[in-house]
Antibody, heavy 122, light 112 residues
Framework: QVQLQESGPGLVKPSQTLSLTCTVSGGSISSGGHCWSWIRQPAGKGLEWIGRFHGSGYINYNPSLRSRVTISLDTSKNQLSLSLTSVTAADTAVYYC??????????????WGKGTTVTVSS | DIVMTQSPLSLPVTPGEPASISCRSSQSLLYSNGHTYLDWYLQKPGQSPQLLISMVSNRASGVPDRFSGSGSGTDFTLKISRVEAEDVGVYHCMQGVQIPFTFGPGTKVEIK
């Protein structure tokens, strides 16, 4: 059974770069049959889709974050990564990674990590 | 971006009674391939979201059959035939027809 675990620094200073990883266990991240997404949720608010690494090798980003976000795959470590530059307090949120099992055919996410909380503060 | 709205935003329910949540999109979620890309997720207190229903009406593995989804175009509904205590949490709808995928604001279901 595939499981996802997000990790990263809980506290980031304003204007710095946030770097998170999502470790996949119980399956290969490079099987090519799945998409891997990042989603975030500020406390008490709704969910925001950040972007995804498509199993076909391309990446989709939310245009609202595109200039600051990079999503990548490290197949040797079975990890998905997120980099967000020039962070502000508005980037404070719980960050989730999630899997789309049908490589974008259905665009739904059937496995989610537990999330990691990131606070942007000096 | 496609804007998703939900109603109600808060839904007190009585165990054993039915419940219904509405989700509307600012554009049709019907894609040219004939599929409609609307999903429902439940986020139980203190947990990450879990998939309930994909593509309008397909229950995810392990989801009880008291949950059902329906709708087309821009109007969608999630129904719980008989609410149980374990169904409390925030229900999110999400559109996957257009990048960026977008979520509704969430409907908080709680026991009366």
């Amino acid at each position: 059974q595939v499981q996802l675990q997000e990790s990263g620094p809980g506290l980031v200073k304003p204007s710095q770069t946030l770097s998170l990883t999502c470790t996949v266990s119980g399956g290969s991240i490079s099987s090519g049959g799945h998409c891997w997404s990042w989603i975030r949720q500020p406390a008490g608010k709704g969910l925001e889709w950040i972007g995804r690494f498509h199993g076909s090798g391309y990446i989709n980003y939310n245009p609202s974050l595109r200039s600051r976000v990079t999503i990548s795959l490290d197949t040797s470590k079975n990890q998905l990564s997120l980099s967000l530059t020039s962070v502000t307090a508005a980037d404070t949120a719980v960050y989730y990674c999630a899997r789309d099992p049908e490589n974008g055919v259905g665009n739904y996410m059937d496995v989610w990590g537990k999330g990691t909380t990131v606070t942007v503060s000096s | 971006d496609i804007v998703m709205t939900q109603s109600p935003l808060s839904l007190p329910v009585t165990p054993g009674e039915p419940a219904s949540i509405s989700c509307r999109s600012s554009q049709s979620l019907l894609y040219s391939n004939g599929h409609t890309y609307l999903d429902w997720y439940l986020q139980k207190p203190g947990q990450s979201p879990q998939l309930l229903i994909s593509m309008v009406s397909n229950r995810a593995s392990g989801v009880p059959d008291r949950f059902s989804g329906s709708g087309s175009g821009t109007d969608f509904t999630l129904k719980i035939s008989r609410v149980e205590a374990e169904d409390v949490g925030v229900y999110h709808c999400m559109q996957g027809v257009q990048i960026p995928f977008t979520f509704g604001p969430g409907t908080k279901v709680e026991i009366k």
